[in-house]
């Protein structure tokens, strides 16, 4: 039996807001600028390796977090605006491992 590839960890974080389209934008709008920073903070620090809305229109977020533990996710969804002003409705955090592909890191 072929051992696995060598991977690098990732955590990925999804989020389900309570509204979508042109009522999220307006329930966000007193908390999208804390929320923007917060994640720039992660991704500056090199823990948060990409992030973004999802759905068209926007339903929710989806955030990708590399070489991050769970109770790191935790402890940033603890501080997110979105989260404390009850924007986030649902939310899912998953374990995902890349082995490879044209972005994969190297």
Do not use: N
Not at 25 to 43: D, F, I, M, W
Not at 53 to 63: A, E, R, Y
Not at 79 to 94: Q, T
């Amino acid at each position: 039996m072929a051992a696995d590839p060598p991977s690098t960890p990732f955590t990925l974080l999804e989020y389900e807001y309570c509204a979508s389209g042109d009522e999220l934008k307006r329930v966000r709008q007193p908390y999208l600028e804390g929320h923007l920073q917060a994640l720039e903070a992660e991704s500056a620090a090199g823990r948060l390796y990409l992030y973004g809305p999802l759905g068209d229109p926007i339903s929710g977020g989806f955030l990708v977090w590399r070489e991050t533990s769970e109770e790191q996710v935790r402890a940033f969804m603890a501080s997110d605006p979105f989260m404390a002003a009850g924007l986030v409705v649902k939310w899912s955090i998953r374990p995902y491992f890349v082995v490879g592909g044209a972005g994969a890191p190297k």
